[in-house]
């Protein structure tokens, strides 16, 4: 569902207690020029006090979407770098010098307080939700190829019992190499390769998900393309390689610790 909480404007996903995640927009920030808006990344050149003010904004719109929090939630974004890595939230926090990560797990009673931020502007957001943990994954098309979703998975407590895709590039605009093309044929069959030749990134993924027993019916996807709709969000493709990153959000509700964790069978189909 649409959601707007302190001027930030989000998807938000219909998860079981107490798990939350939304995806954020470019819509609510102090970014300007070709980082106009909710800009969430200090990597790309924008002012580093416009993103710490953005980041803020966030924290502070997660909190009020649960009525309030005793205490605000922390945001832990990874460095990301199209790898496979995936981490637990509170073990990649406690890094000293932080190493590349595209993943993140979200479990509690570890990950209380922290919400995993991973970034985009085109690549897919994966959130996988279990019975007792969630990750959140970066899976740009080398991510896919190379597993990243399943490593996702692998990394949970127990196995996802379903899935949810964030807005990214569709198949209508994803136009790649016969390279790339081939890399995503004999990975994932030639059904996610179009004439252009043209990839399917939503296709690679729900394929990737199978892998790890989450069917076609459990996976939520608004099939928003962030190249179609770049007045809602980033995208490097649309805009150019200067331009802001929009995030994808995991976290705890408050009472999680307090509250049993519902079996997958409780989670709406999609």
């Keep these: 569902m649409v959601r707007e909480s302190n001027s930030v404007l989000m998807l938000v996903a219909d ?71 995936v981490a637990g939230t509170a073990e990649y926090a406690r890094e000293g010098v932080r190493s590349p990560c595209d993943g993140l797990i979200v479990r509690s009673p570890l990950d209380d307080g922290l919400a995993a931020l991973l970034l985009f502007a085109d690549c897919v957001p994966v959130i996988l939700v279990g019975e007792v943990d969630m990750a959140v994954v970066h899976a740009g098309w080398r991510g896919l190829v190379g597993g990243v979703v399943q490593q996702g998975a692998r990394a949970m407590t127990g196995p996802p019992g379903a899935a949810f895709v964030g807005p990214s590039i569709g198949p209508c605009c994803f136009t790649v190499g016969e390279d790339v093309a081939r890399a995503f044929a004999c990975r994932y069959g030639d059904e996610v390769v179009d004439e252009g030749p043209r990839v399917d990134l939503w296709g690679a993924t729900e394929r990737a998900l199978a892998e790890v027993d989450v069917p076609a019916i459990r996976v939520v996807n608004p099939r928003l393309c962030t190249v179609c709709n770049r007045d809602l969000f980033f995208s490097y493709r649309g805009d150019g390689a200067v331009t802001g990153r929009h995030g994808a959000v995991a976290w705890l509700a408050e009472s999680a610790g307090e509250t049993d964790v519902p079996s997958a069978g409780a989670m709406k189909d999609s």
Excluded at 39 to 57: E, F, I, T
Excluded at 63 to 76: F, K, N, Q, V
């Design 15 to 85: 998860l079981p207690h107490p798990f939350r995640a939304a995806f954020t927009t470019r819509h609510g920030g102090e970014s300007g020029g070709a980082f106009a808006g909710l800009n969430l990344s200090h990597d790309q050149g924008d002012v580093s006090v416009s993103v710490d003010k953005n980041r803020g904004r966030v924290a502070t719109a997660l909190t009020a979407l649960e009525g309030g929090r005793r205490s605000p939630l922390e945001l832990i974004s990874p460095r990301q770098e199209h790898g496979l890595r």
